[in-house]
């Protein structure tokens, strides 16, 4: 069986410092619970028969379209990167990006479903 190292246990001194452990573990929780209410908003949408009305293409596809975009750069930099150089401080600033992006498109649903909602 092969043992893995926890990441906090991979710094060249053998703990990562506990600033760059926050920031870590604080865009993860963000993004973390970004993707969940996404998913939460979507529903109450479809429950409230916002979607039965004819969609226009608006510029939530263009920040849909940079969150799926973080995402997947973020799932590089998080599972390839790391065997080749790796760059926690990248990782964890680029976690508070996605972060800040899926939040950016979770309050851009909201107000867009409200502005619908009103027409």
Not at 12 to 27: I, N, Q, T
Request: proline fraction near 5%; include cysteine; aromatic fraction near 18%.
């Amino acid at each position: 069986m092969v043992h893995f190292l926890p990441r906090s246990e991979c710094c060249v001194e053998g703990v990562w410092p506990l600033w760059l452990e926050l920031l870590y573990w604080s865009g993860s929780f963000l993004l973390s619970l970004a993707y969940l209410v996404n998913p939460l908003i979507l529903w109450q949408a479809f429950r409230s028969g916002f979607f039965d009305r004819p969609l226009q293409i608006e510029r939530i596809v263009l920040i849909y379209g940079a969150f799926v975009f973080s995402c997947a750069i973020g799932h590089l930099i998080e599972g390839i990167m790391p065997f080749f150089y790796p760059n926690y401080l990248l990782v964890a600033l680029w976690t508070w990006q996605t972060a800040g992006i899926s939040w950016l498109a979770n309050i851009t649903l909201i107000i867009w479903i409200l502005h619908r909602g009103m027409d």
